[in-house]
């Protein structure tokens, strides 16, 4: 048994959190098999899943306005525990112990580590990208007041950039695999305290210093003379 699933008792990403992660990966997918079709041929039978390449371009970009709202609400919600500290940068230099499984000798891990910060700053500026140079080919509204030099580069950058991104999801979705129970702490939201030891171990003496202070509040509020009488 992993240790995630082992009395998961400790909430890692609230609903809101997991639904918007989600819709933010599914609207990414469609992106990627609509957006291919047009960048080479070979993918051109992917059209048919979206009913045609005339479907097709007209669904991309108003998917990548719709993925793009949901990324801005993600990136608020984890702006604040994806900040570059220190520790992270010590975390990468150290790579090899991690890659390797040497946990102990790598520094404390907050709720995020050095690896899905990275993937956070990439996305982030990833998607912002992707906005402007897709606005700025987005036919018919706003590229036929583009120069066509700007319009051509816009193009190839918009390409290289949802290149990197793709590149980027692959490695965090293999990442999210191949550490035991991130997927499942996506999927259900809570994980278990020794999981997050084990990971997260800045994290979890956070997580067990909030539980101690609120135990300590419930029995202050728990005093016989708190207490009602029983009828």
């Not at 390449?53 to 993925?67: A, D």
């Not at 020794?194 to 005093?223: F, M, P, V």
Request: net charge positive.
């Amino acid at each position: 048994m992993s240790l995630a699933k082992s009395d998961p008792a400790l909430q890692r990403y609230s609903v809101w959190n997991r639904l918007n992660h989600w819709l933010v990966a599914i609207s990414f997918v469609l992106l990627v098999l609509s957006g291919l079709p047009f960048f080479h041929p070979f993918f051109w039978s992917l059209t048919a899943l979206f009913g045609g390449p005339t479907m097709t371009r007209i669904l991309h970009p108003w998917i990548g306005l719709f993925m793009t709202l949901m990324f801005l609400f993600m990136a608020i919600a984890f702006f604040r525990e994806s900040l570059i500290r220190r520790r992270d940068i010590q975390w990468l230099r150290q790579i090899r112990d991690v890659l390797a499984n040497r946990d102990d000798k790598l520094p404390p891990v907050s709720k995020n580590n050095a690896g899905q910060k990275l993937v956070y700053w990439i996305m982030l500026g990833c998607i912002a990208l992707l906005l402007i140079s897709g606005l700025l080919i987005w036919q018919p509204y706003f590229a036929g007041a583009v120069p066509i030099t700007l319009r051509r580069l816009a193009s190839l950058g918009h390409a290289g950039v949802a290149f990197l991104a793709i590149l980027t999801l692959i490695i965090h979705v293999y990442s999210g695999i191949w550490v035991k129970g991130s997927f499942q702490a996506m999927v259900r939201g809570r994980v278990s305290w020794a999981w997050a030891r084990h990971h997260h171990d800045l994290w979890y003496e956070e997580e067990r210093e909030k539980a101690r202070k609120q135990r300590a509040i419930s029995r202050r509020h728990d005093t016989p003379t708190n207490r009602q009488e029983s009828p």
